[in-house]
């Protein structure tokens, strides 16, 4: 799931909820998230459409794994 999916689901700016990861990364292992590469990206946006909530990223956008998810 992307970063911007879960902070939309907490209520929170993308970039207060990444800081907030940051802040406390170690509390979590290793493989709970990943970051997309550039074409990871650009095939992701290709795949979505059109879509405001992509397009104006300033970073590439934290993945979070399914354990991750459950974690948070």
Not at 16 to 43: V, W
């Amino acid at each position: 799931m992307l970063d911007s999916d879960l902070a939309q689901l907490y209520e929170v700016p993308t970039k207060a909820f990444n800081q907030a990861i940051r802040r406390n990364l170690d509390r979590f292992p290793d493989d709970f998230m990943f970051q997309l590469t550039d074409s990871e990206f650009e095939g992701l946006k290709s795949l979505m459409g059109t879509n405001q909530s992509y397009g104006g990223r300033r970073h590439l956008p934290n993945v979070f794994t399914e354990c991750g998810v459950a974690m948070l």
